[in-house]
C-alpha cells in the first residue's frame, strides 16, 4: 500500500503536469482561479450519443496518453470535416506546424477518454484561418480534414447568418473534455453545459479590448450567465456551441472560466461559411 503522503504527492504532480501542458496548449488561459462557488463549468455529464458531432483532438505524442492525448475539442460538418480554433492548430500548442504533428488524429464516439470506445481517425489535411488573429483572437477557425468519413448522424448543420439561433437569450449547450473546476481538473468523460447567447453590445462592454482578446461582432458571438456558472474552459477550445440544434459557435476564449461578468467567447460560425463560401450542410454536398 502506498503512504497517504506519496499519493497526495503523485496526485499535485499529476496536478501540475497538466497544468504545465495546458499552459502550453491553451495560449490564451489566464491566471484567474475558479469562480467563488467553486462551480465554473457548472455542467452534466453527456453520453457521446447526445452529440455525436463532438470530438475530441488528439496527439499522444505531445500530450501523453492517460487522456488518450486530448488537447483541444472540435465539431464535425461534414463526413470528413472537423472544424476546430485556429489557436489549438498553433505552433505553442503543437510544437510546430500542424503538418508536423504527425500523430494528429480526431477521436468520434468515445464518451469517457480513458475507454477504448469509438474510433481515432488520422487527420489528412489542416487548413488554418489565414486571417486569424492572436490579438484580438478574431477569426479563431480551422479545418481538419479527415482519413475516413464519419457517418451522416455524426454530421451538425451550421447556422448561416440571420439564423434565429444566434438571437440573444436563445438557449444553447457547449459540449467538451476541459477543465471542470478551472484549477486544472480535466474531465474524462465529455460535458455539456448550458448558456444562453448574449447581445453583441453586452459582449462588446465585456471586453472591450485586453490582455485576453477584444470582442468582435462580426466572427465572434459570447455566451454564458450573468450570474456566472456555466462556461467552456482550458481543454474545451474547438468544440462545438449548439442552438435550436445548429451550429453557432466554436470554444475559443474568455477570462477566467464562468465568472460574472466574462462570458464565453465563441467563434462566430456564419462567419467560417462565409470565409469558405460553404452551404451550411456539407453533409449533402461532399457526400465525404
Ligand atoms: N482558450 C481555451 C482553450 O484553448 C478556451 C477558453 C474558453 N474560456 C471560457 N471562459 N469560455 O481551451
Known amino acids: 500500500m502506498r503512504h497517504p503522503f506519496v499519493r497526495a504527492l503523485s496526485r499535485v504532480l499529476t496536478r501540475s503536469l497538466?497544468?504545465?501542458?495546458?499552459?502550453?496548449?491553451?495560449?490564451?488561459?489566464?491566471?484567474?482561479?475558479?469562480?467563488?462557488d467553486g462551480v465554473v463549468v457548472g455542467g452534466f455529464p453527456v453520453d457521446v450519443s447526445d452529440g455525436p458531432w463532438t470530438v475530441a483532438l488528439s496527439s499522444r505524442d505531445r500530450f501523453g496518453g492517460t487522456r488518450a492525448g486530448q488537447f483541444c475539442g472540435g465539431v464535425a460538418v461534414g463526413r470528413t470535416?472537423?472544424?476546430?480554433?485556429?489557436?489549438?492548430?498553433?505552433?505553442?500548442?503543437?510544437?510546430?506546424?500542424?503538418?508536423?504533428?504527425?500523430d494528429l488524429k480526431v477521436i468520434t464516439g468515445r464518451t469517457d477518454l480513458t475507454s477504448a470506445q469509438g474510433k481515432e481517425i488520422a487527420v489528412r489535411d489542416t487548413w488554418v484561418n489565414p486571417g486569424y488573429d492572436k490579438i484580438s483572437n478574431a477569426g479563431d477557425f480551422a479545418v481538419l480534414t479527415l482519413a475516413e468519413a464519419l457517418p451522416d448522424r455524426s454530421v451538425i448543420r451550421m447556422a448561416a447568418a440571420g439564423d434565429p439561433a444566434y438571437e440573444p437569450g436563445t438557449s444553447a449547450t457547449v459540449y467538451g473534455w476541459g477543465d471542470i473546476t478551472g484549477g486544472g481538473d480535466y474531465a474524462r468523460g465529455l460535458r455539456g453545459a448550458r448558456v444562453h447567447v448574449l447581445s453583441d453590445a453586452l459582449c462588446e462592454r465585456a471586453y472591450p479590448g485586453s490582455a485576453d482578446g477584444t470582442?468582435?461582432?462580426?466572427?465572434?458571438?459570447?455566451?454564458?450567465?450573468?450570474?456566472?456558472?456555466?462556461?467552456?474552459?482550458?481543454?474545451?477550445?474547438?468544440?462545438?456551441?449548439?442552438?435550436?440544434?445548429?451550429?453557432?459557435?466554436?470554444v475559443s476564449w474568455g477570462s477566467g472560466c464562468g465568472r460574472p461578468g466574462s462570458p464565453g467567447v465563441y467563434t462566430r460560425v456564419s462567419d467560417v461559411v462565409r470565409t469558405m463560401g460553404w452551404p451550411t450542410a456539407l453533409a449533402s454536398t461532399n457526400g465525404g
Open 18 to 36: 497538466v497544468l504545465a501542458a495546458t499552459a502550453a496548449v491553451i495560449p490564451l488561459a489566464s491566471a484567474v482561479p475558479a469562480a467563488a
Open 81 to 102: 470535416t472537423v472544424l476546430t480554433a485556429a489557436h489549438c492548430m498553433g505552433a505553442d500548442v503543437l510544437g510546430g506546424p500542424p503538418n508536423r504533428a504527425r
Open 215 to 250: 470582442y468582435r461582432a462580426d466572427s465572434m458571438l459570447c455566451a454564458g450567465e450573468a450570474t456566472g456558472g456555466p462556461d467552456a474552459c482550458q481543454g474545451d477550445s474547438g468544440g462545438p456551441l449548439v442552438a435550436q440544434g445548429r451550429l453557432v459557435g466554436l
